[in-house]
């Protein structure tokens, strides 16, 4: 089984910044594409960013230059990095994989930002 915990989440003001981890145990993390999504009230969950096994990149054309993805394959865990926050950037941001088929979810961590 396939467990994501995803934290980091917090209130922050305009400008400011949150770093997301996520901790990835049940899978060959290693080899594995990561994802960050999110939600906020009333929308449909987004990708905000991928990273590959190889380390390559993708962003969500609102985040990019602002967010960026990384991992650390020997402790198995995902990051965030998020900087210029905005209030549009305000969701549950949920950690993502997939492994043999099926789609695994962290429980999400709450970013908030106040204007």
């Avoid at 999110?38 to 929308?43: H, K, L, M, S, T």
């Avoid at 609102?62 to 960026?68: I, L």
């Avoid at 991992?71 to 865990?77: A, E, T």
């Avoid at 949920?94 to 088929?101: A, D």
Wanted: proline letters at 2%; aromatic letters at 10%; a positive charge.
């Amino acid at each position: 089984q396939v467990y994501l915990t995803d934290s980091g989440g917090d209130s922050v003001q305009t400008g400011g910044s949150l770093r997301l981890s996520c901790s990835a145990r049940g899978l060959n993390f290693g080899i594995a594409t990561m994802a960050w999504y999110r939600q906020a009230p009333g929308n449909q969950r987004e990708m905000v960013a991928q990273i590959t096994r190889d380390h390559a990149t993708t962003y969500a054309d609102s985040v990019k230059d602002r967010f960026t993805i990384s991992r650390d394959n020997v402790r198995r865990n995902l990051y965030l990095q998020m900087n210029n926050l905005k209030p549009e950037d305000t969701a549950v941001y949920y950690c993502f994989t997939q492994n043999r088929g099926r789609d695994f979810w962290g429980r999400g961590t709450q970013v908030t930002v106040s204007s």
